[in-house]
Nanobody, 112 residues
């Protein structure tokens, strides 16, 4: 069974940092592009960052310079390092990849 399991969400003050992790299982991790999406209350799910098997990365404009996506194929894990967090980054963050698999989501709340 192909699975993605996220961790690392939580409550952080504006300007703070969090690192999300997403561990895959059930298939060969390294051959797939991986991505992070987020969905804020009342809004559509949006692509935040994506990384190809070769390590090419792209980001939504609102997080460029603040967020960094990376992957460790030996650990079957993709990361999202989030710095300078702002209240508008508050959302449920989802990992996506391994063909067409979603993680369960992890809540990120940015508030003072």
């Amino acid at each position: 069974q192909v699975q993605l399991v996220e961790s690392g969400g939580g409550l952080v003050q504006p300007g703070g940092s969090l690192r999300l992790s997403c561990k895959g299982s059930g298939t060969v991790f390294g051959i797939y592009a991986m991505a992070w999406y987020r969905q804020a209350p009342g809004k559509q799910r949006e692509l935040v960052a994506r990384i190809t098997p070769g390590g090419n990365k792209n980001y939504v404009d609102s997080v460029k310079g603040r967020f960094t996506i990376s992957r460790d194929n030996a650990k079957s894990t993709v990361y999202l390092q989030m710095n300078s967090l702002q209240p508008e980054d508050t959302a449920v963050y989802y990992c996506y990849g391994l063909g067409d698999t979603w993680g369960q989501g992890t809540q990120v709340t940015v508030s003072s």
